[in-house]
């Protein structure tokens, strides 16, 4: 019934910006933690960023300062934008969704991922 749909993946220079959308349906939005998670070649998929209902967010060390996660709950929409883009951000990019739980763990719900592609 939940579905997540990502969209704004493409391919940038290094030093660009993008900005990732995942529109939500099948769900109270308002309700859920959302989040990006990201998973590049022969790597483990990893948590860039999540926000709860109530607005406080997560990042990863690698990405805090460059990126942020928003949410606009009555378009049921979150959206991560990107700046000052490195070839290490070059991944698959997955919306996550799922009830709190009380700590950062992904949700039961993911979208079928977007590529990003930075080149030197």
């Known amino acids: 019934q939940v579905q997540l749909a990502e969209s704004g993946g493409g391919l940038v220079q290094a030093g660009g910006s993008l900005r990732l959308n995942c529109a939500a349906s099948?769900?109270?939005?308002?309700?859920?933690?959302m989040g990006w998670y990201r998973q590049a070649p022969g790597k483990q998929r990893e948590l860039v960023a999540a926000?709860?209902?109530?607005?406080?967010?997560n990042y990863a060390d690698s990405v805090k300062g460059r990126f942020t996660v928003s949410r606009d709950n009555a378009k049921n929409t979150v959206y991560l934008q990107m700046n000052s883009l490195k070839p290490e951000d070059t991944a698959v990019y997955f919306c996550?969704?799922?009830?709190?739980?009380?700590?950062?763990?992904?949700?039961?719900?993911w979208g079928q991922g977007t590529q990003v592609t930075v080149s030197s």
């Open positions: 926000i709860t209902s109530g607005g406080s967010t």
């Open positions: 099948g769900m109270i939005f308002s309700m859920y933690v």
């Open positions: 996550n969704s799922g009830r709190p739980r009380g700590g950062w763990f992904p949700g039961d719900y």
